[in-house]
Structures are given as structure tokens and as C-alpha cells.
């Protein structure tokens, strides 16, 4: 049968042990073992191999307060190329590698700080492929965990705030949730406008991983800068935490509810617009947005809660952002009532 | 333990080409997985429902099974299936992740014989899932109907194709039964009691709606158009052959959605959609009002957005008491009315945003005996001041009828 063939095959594949493994990549199933993949030197990877290139983003999703660590791999020879508006065209066999950490007190993120979890993101033949995979105790080893893993987490936030909570590492399924684009699967941060910082795209184009850069590339502000307008930077907010489900070809686009960055409709933003599906997830209330009333809008009442079936994002988080939640109150306060 | 079980062939498919000498071999191996009962079956489940191969059968044992998360299939051609909705129940009331008990995003998937209970947000969603098939499903929710309860139970949304065959759901506090924003749909044979509305067709298609029962909701049936939304201009639905009866039951949804405002006690509401049949039926003591044709009543601002009902037609159905005491918004409208309001309302409304006046052919064909009130309100948006009650049927000329929906993947379909 051919499911033996590839077995066989990825036996073969595991022995060699220079860098990055394009077999492995690009074979049909995940591979048992984040070593499997030959994207880190040593199995507890803590050294890239020299083709991985880290890379960080100008506002991150909200994941728990954990801290992330990300790698882009492009095979030899290839080159993404630049797109203004979407996610970068990266070629086949490309690996987007982010592992989350946590310390004993985020504040020091760097002290005794141990990895939860490692996503793959491979653009393999035929589209994009998730595969989470999650590190055992000893952080020697990190296995493919098709459907996730609940972990618990004893944490000091980066605002000093005691937590302890059920971590939850999203299954294969959920991770398409998230990453879902019409039928397609796509990476979610690494977007011109959310890579436009430090000079990194221009750094990437001198270092052949990337086409032709124009002189002009957007970019969003930084969340957490009040140097930067209020409105660019909730929307900012709303781009990276929200707008991968809530865009046209997203898995929340029958809500109406459109989030991302270039979009303009004051309705499709939530603003005065009502609900569709969103059930007891309304909290009673009318509006997603009420101009000048975070209190009683439906966007802020569901970021700050920490209940399913009400909560959103419904993937992804256990606790409440509560800086991000500031944030969108703020604006929704300064917004002229009607 | 997962036991992978060959089902009785490997099918073998050998096509010739007819155009050429080549010759196409397709393999097609269909595989039962037959979960066991015991340790872990969330995890395992989880797991078979992401590792399956297209076109697996996976079966759950008789027995009571507890989920803390959403379950999720993307998956092409699987079927769920359990031991039977008396025998195999998936109990989500411990849910701690996930806005649905279960999600389904791929096509050509058959869910059948189980229960669904008390899932913190929708009970069984799919999205996206062309030709999908819910056949002789349970979702509840347990106790009484109440605000926390989730919002749909069975919860089609954007997709092609789909099939509710012998469903029933209890406790939704939404729509029991909801297909949103999607095209070619039969409902039927089912049965939604103890929801805000038993039957949702919203912003929908070509639905055929038939041989179904709605009793104790809110509201029965409801076929609605809403603004705003990626897919509008819902038309051609028929909705025949049902058993409406006893919708009294207290609105119990979350103010701020649409179904909030719908009246205990209403039979059939058409709400702002196109080409709308309702025949056949059988209403009985809806305590508001049998049959409701009417605008949508809130501001919006959507150039595309049609908020007036067109080519409804409204004939033969059978209706038994009912109408004697109307409720929430309709109360106000009858008081002037003597408090009763007749099987057939319709509010009047034929423009709106300051147009013309246009003629939304609303064709009624009952018997003599049937009453009928306009509300003559006119103009959008509401202004009960300018109810203008008249009794005379509008004489619209009836819509032909959409032709009947066939689905190929419906058993039924006798010409597959």
C-alpha cells in the first residue's frame, strides 16, 4: 500500500542530518517529531539552522500573554515575493515556525522560560498545511498533537498580574479555523504592512529570500505606541486579532463583520450594525459598535469575556486581553455619538 | 482503541476514455472506523475526525460521552454516524473552548443517529459544507428554554446543497433549525419545539420547507432577508405540507438579535425576501398571529438591501383558532382591532427611504372564511400612528411556483 511506501520513505528521509529536510516537508503527513523536519540543529531546538531566518512581527495576536518566537524557512534557490496587500507569496516548501514560550513572570520573559508548543505552518504542493506540535516536560522533544493539548500555566503577565490557567494548544482542525482563506489555508501574519519594521523586508530582500521591495510599503503602528493616532491604532489591533476569521473569505464572514485593516464601510467595521448569529454572544445588546459607548457595544462585551459560546476570539485565547480590551473601549469612547 | 475496518470492498473503478486509448485507474478505498466506548473517547473521536481519510464512516457506540471542547470535521465524504439518537448522546454541557459543539467545514458529509446536548454556543454547525445531509439528529438543550441556552441548533450557513431530514431541536435560544445565507435546501420531517424560532430560512435560496412540525417556539416558521450581510436577496422558498401549532412559548432570545422582536405566538413570519410560498400547512392556536407577511423594521444602511417582502403567496392552508391574543409588538397593533387579530396579517408596507409606493404582489387563496388584515402602514420606517387597518385581501396575481428541490445526495431523490 502506498501509506507504507511513505513511511519507508520518511525512515530514510529521518537519517540525513544536514539542515532542513525538503522530503520531510513536503511529505503527505506531518512528521512524528519537530526534529524530524531538520529545521533546528539540535533536537531541543534551540539552534536554527542557518537557512532559518527569525523574524518578528509589528503587533502580535493575543495568545495568553505567552511570548513567541518565529522562523521563516525558504528553500535554497527560492524567493517569496512582495505583496502590499496579502499575506507574501512563499514559494513551495516554505515553513513559517512559531513556538510559544512562557517564563515563571512574563515581565522577564527571558528567565526560565520553557516552550509550550511549536506551529508549522509548510506550504506544501498543494496549499498550506497546520500541523501544532507540543513539548514534553523535560523540553526534549516536541510531538505532533493533531488534536492539541490542554496545559496548565502559572504565569505572572506582563503587567504584573498573578495567572494561572488551562493553556490551550488548538488542534489541526482549529488551527484551519483561523488560517482559513475561501478553501484555502494561508499564513496570518506575515503581511507586508505586519513585517514593516526595523528594516526587516529590506533585510530580507539583500538576503535573497524575498523579490523586489517598492520604496513605499504600508505599515500598521504599533499597538502599544501612543505616539501613533488612536483610530489607526485599534484598527491595527483589529487587523491582527480579529480579521482572520472576519474578512470576506474568512471563517466568520457570514457575520458580516469585516475587520481587516484596508477595510472602509463604517457598517462592515461594526459600527450601528446589528448583530447576525451571535446568539447570546449579544449579551442583550444591540450594536456591535455604538459610537461613544463601549459599554454598550457588542465588540468589546465579547473581548472581554472569558465564556464559550460568548468570547471571542473563539480560538486561541483562555483569558482577556485586557490591554487590547482598553484599547477598543477608548476608541469606541472617543467616537461621536449619534 | 480506533479499529480500522476495510468495508466490505475496495472499489475499483476503471475508466475508459472515449476519446483516446488512455486508461484512468481510480482507487477508492472506503474505510469504517468504529470508535469504542471507554477512556478518552473525546480524544479519540477528535482525533479520527481529523486523521479519517475522504469518504470515512465513523461510528459511535451506544452511551453517554463528554466533551470540555468543540469538535471539528474537515474532512471531505465523512460520515458521523452514532448507534441512534436514543442511544448515542455527545454531552457538551461541560464545554469549556470552541463557539459549537461541532463544526464541519468540508463537503459531501453525512451526520446521523445522535444527540447533541447542551453545547455552550451552536449545537452542530457547517460552513461551507456543500451537500451536506443532518438525518435523524437530536440537539437540546436541557431544562427549560432559556436566554444562556446556544443560539442555532443546526446551523447550515453559506452553503450549497443541504439537507435536514428527521432532525429535532429543543431549546434553541435562536433558531432551532437555521440555514443561513445558502442555496438549494430541503428541511423536512423534522421537528423544533421549546426554541425562540423552530424553522430559520434567512437570507436564502431555493428551500423547499415541508412535512416538518413547529410547536412551542416563539415562532414556527420564519423565512427572513437581513441587510448587511455578504449574501442577501433570499428568494424562491416554498414552505408546505407542515404542522404549526401552540407557538406560545415566551421569547426567551438575547435582546439585540433579530429573533428577539419576533411575538410569542406566531405561526409563519416573512420578513424582506422574494417568491415566497406558503400552502398546505396546518396552523393552529398560534396565539399572535397565524401568518405574518411584513418589512424589515430596523434602520440600516445598505444600498443593495431590499427590506420589503415580494411575490408572496399564501394559499390553502388550514388554520384553527389562534390570533386571540396577540403578543409583544403585535399587541399594540391589535388593541386597535378590538385585541384579535385575524389568520393573515400583512403590515402594508410598500416603500421605503422616501420612494415609490410599489406593488409587492401579495396573492392570497383561502377560503372565504379566512380573515385578513392589512395593517396599512405604508411607509418604512414604522409609524404604528399611520396604521391604516383594511380587511380587503390585496389582489395580487400568484407567483408560479419554484419548481421542486432535488438534492442528489437525498435518498429520496428517485432519480439517482
Given amino acids: ?338 | 482503541m480506533i479499529k480500522q475496518v476495510l468495508a466490505a470492498g475496495v472499489a475499483i473503478s476503471v475508466l475508459a476514455g472515449c476519446s483516446g486509448d488512455k486508461t484512468e485507474m481510480t482507487e477508492k478505498t472506503s474505510r469504517t472506523i468504529l470508535m469504542a466506548e471507554g477512556a478518552d473517547f473525546a480524544a479519540r473521536l477528535q482525533t479520527a475526525l481529523i486523521t479519517a481519510d475522504p469518504g470515512t464512516t465513523i461510528t459511535m457506540p451506544a452511551g453517554t460521552y463528554t466533551f470540555s471542547d468543540g469538535l471539528s470535521l474537515d474532512v471531505k465524504g465523512v460520515t458521523l454516524e452514532g448507534a441512534g439518537e436514543d442511544k448515542t448522546f455527545l454531552d457538551f454541557s461541560g464545554q469549556k473552548g470552541a463557539g459549537e459543539g461541532l463544526l464541519v467545514t468540508s463537503s459531501d458529509v453525512i451526520l446521523k443517529n445522535f444527540t447533541i446536548r447542551d453545547t455552550a454556543g451552536d449545537g452542530i454547525k457547517s460552513k461551507g459544507a456543500d451537500n451536506i445531509t443532518y438525518r435523524d439528529l437530536t440537539v437540546e438543550w436541557s431544562g427549560e428554554p432559556d436566554t444562556s441556552n446556544g443560539a442555532y441548533g443546526v446551523y447550515p450557513v453559506e452553503s450549497s446543497y443541504v439537507l435536514v431530514d428527521g432532525v429535532t431541536v429543543r431549546g434553541a435560544s435562536d433558531a432551532g433549525i437555521y440555514v443561513g445565507q445558502s442555496d438549494h435546501i430541503i428541511v423536512r420531517n423534522s421537528l423544533a419545539e421549546y426554541n425562540v424560532a423552530g424553522i430559520e430560512i434567512e437570507n436564502s435560496s431555493y428551500a423547499d420547507v415541508y412535512a416538518n412540525t413547529a410547536r412551542n417556539n416563539a415562532g414556527g416558521v420564519l423565512i427572513f432577508d437581513l441587510p448587511n450581510l455578504p449574501i442577501m436577496g433570499g428568494h424562491s422558498t416554498r414552505v408546505f405540507d407542515n404542522d404549526i401549532y401552540d407557538n406560545n412559548t415566551k421569547n426567551f432570545a438575547p435582546p439585540g438579535n433579530i429573533v428577539a422582536t419576533v411575538p410569542s405566538g406566531t405561526g409563519v413570519i416573512i420578513m424582506a425576501n422574494e417568491n415566497v410560498h406558503i400552502s398546505g400547512n396546518r396552523f393552529k392556536n398560534n396565539r399572535t398571529v397565524q401568518v405574518v407577511v411584513g418589512a424589515y423594521q430596523e434602520t440600516f444602511d445598505d444600498a443593495k438591501y431590499n427590506p420589503l417582502p415580494r411575490n408572496i403567496v399564501v394559499r390553502d392552508n388550514s388554520y384553527v383558532d389562534g390570533g386571540d391574543d396577540p403578543q409583544g409588538m403585535m399587541a399594540a397593533l391589535a388593541a386597535g382591532m378590538g385585541g384579535k387579530l385575524p389568520p393573515i396579517v400583512w403590515d402594508g408596507v410598500t416603500s421605503w427611504g422616501g420612494g415609490e409606493a410599489v406593488d409587492v404582489n401579495l396573492s392570497i387563496h383561502e377560503g372565504d372564511d379566512v380573515g385578513f388584515v392589512s395593517l396599512g402602514l405604508g411607509s418604512y420606517p414604522l409609524d404604528p400612528s399611520k396604521m391604516r387597518p383594511g380587511m380587503l385581501r390585496p389582489k395580487g396575481a400568484a407567483k408560479a411556483e419554484p419548481t421542486p428541490i432535488t438534492l442528489a445526495h437525498d435518498f429520496l431523490n428517485t432519480d439517482k
Fill in chain 1, 1 to 338: 500500500m502506498r501509506g507504507v511506501w511513505v513511511l519507508v520513505f520518511l525512515l530514510f528521509a529521518a537519517c540525513s542530518k544536514s539542515g532542513p529536510d525538503m522530503q520531510v516537508i513536503l511529505a503527505d503527513k506531518p512528521a512524528p517529531t519537530l526534529a524530524d523536519y531538520g529545521l533546528f540543529e539540535d533536537p531541543a531546538a534551540n539552534v536554527p539552522s542557518t537557512r532559518m531566518q527569525a523574524y518578528d512581527l509589528v503587533n502580535s495576536l493575543f495568545t495568553d500573554y505567552a511570548a513567541k518566537q518565529r522562523f521563516v524557512y525558504i528553500p535554497k534557490g527560492k524567493t517569496a515575493k512582495y505583496d502590499a496587500v496579502d499575506t507574501l507569496d512563499f514559494p513551495v516548501g516554505t515553513v513559517l515556525v512559531k513556538t510559544f514560550h512562557y517564563a515563571p513572570d512574563m515581565r522577564t520573559p527571558d528567565a526560565g522560560a520553557y516552550k509550550i508548543e511549536t506551529r508549522l505552518l509548510i506550504h506544501k504542493r498543494d496549499g498550506w498545511v497546520a500541523a501544532p506540535y507540543v513539548w514534553n516536560k523535560e523540553q526534549t522533544v516536541a510531538k505532533y498533537a493533531p488534536i492539541g493539548a490542554r496545559l496548565q500555566v502559572q504565569t505572572t503577565s506582563p503587567e504584573g498580574e498573578k495567572l494561572d490557567f488551562t493553556y490551550a494548544v488548538p488542534n489541526a482542525n482549529q488551527c484551519k479555523t483561523c488560517h482559513q482563506s475561501g478553501h484555502d489555508i494561508e499564513p496570518i501574519g506575515p503581511k507586508a504592512r505586519n513585517l514593516n519594521h526595523k528594516s526587516q523586508l529590506e533585510n530580507w530582500h539583500e538576503q535573497g529570500l524575498l523579490g523586489d521591495v517598492p520604496s513605499t510599503i504600508p505599515t500598521v503602528p504599533p499597538i502599544h505606541d501612543t505616539a501613533f493616532p488612536l483610530g489607526a491604532r485599534a484598527r491595527a489591533y483589529l487587523d491582527i486579532n480579529c480579521a482572520h476569521c472576519h474578512k470576506s473569505d474568512g471563517s466568520a464572514s457570514n457575520s458580516g463583520l469585516m475587520l481587516e485593516w484596508g477595510e472602509t464601510d463604517p457598517t462592515r467595521i461594526g459600527i450601528g450594525k446589528h448583530p447576525t448569529a451571535a446568539g447570546r454572544g449579544a449579551g442583550g445588546l444591540r450594536l456591535v459598535i455604538t459610537p461613544g459607548n463601549p459599554d454598550t457595544s457588542i465588540l468589546t462585551y465579547r473581548m472581554q469575556s472569558v465564556e464559550p459560546g460568548i468570547a471571542m476570539p473563539e480560538l486561541g485565547r483562555i483569558l482577556a486581553h485586557d490591554e487590547g480590551v482598553e484599547l477598543i473601549r477608548e476608541w469606541i469612547g472617543a467616537m461621536p455619538k449619534n
